[in-house]
């Protein structure tokens, strides 16, 4: 089992940069591949980013591609999501998410099994 707690949220003007944080417990956490949704206001759920286990390998959406970076270090239990150049239509609530396969993280077929509380990202124009 794994418990996530998001950080670094906040407001940002457009073409600004925030990094969010997710902080995961158990010893367990390498097992778990992990990403990063959002949910915008009236829209569905979606993910924007996902890393496997050991970090070999990644998945973006495409709206944040070439803007968004996802990474984790296992030793600090720690997943990060780099955002660069942030527009206005990438605010939301972003997600930390776990689960013992990468392609329930991105595959949308099935929802992610651990979850974090969420935090508020705002950009603004």
């Known amino acids: 089992q794994v418990q996530l707690v998001e950080s670094g949220g906040g407001l940002v003007q457009a073409g600004g940069s925030l990094r969010l944080s997710c902080a995961a417990s158990?010893?367990?956490?390498?097992?778990?591949?992990t990403g990063w949704f959002r949910q915008a206001p009236g829209k569905e759920r979606e993910v924007v980013a996902a890393?496997?286990?050991?970090?070999?390998?990644?998945y973006y959406a495409d709206s944040v591609k070439g803007r968004f970076t996802i990474s984790r270090d296992n030793i600090k239990l720690t997943v990060y999501l780099q955002m660069s150049s942030l527009k206005p239509e990438d605010t939301g609530v972003y997600y930390c998410?776990?689960?013992?396969?990468?392609?329930?993280?991105?595959?949308?077929?099935?929802?992610?099994?651990?979850w974090g509380q969420g935090t508020q990202v705002t950009v603004s124009t």
């Open positions: 998410a776990a689960d013992p396969f990468f392609q329930v993280i991105v595959g949308g077929t099935a929802t992610p099994g651990y």
């Open positions: 158990g010893r367990t956490f390498s097992s778990y591949a």
């Open positions: 890393i496997r286990r050991t970090g070999g390998g990644t």
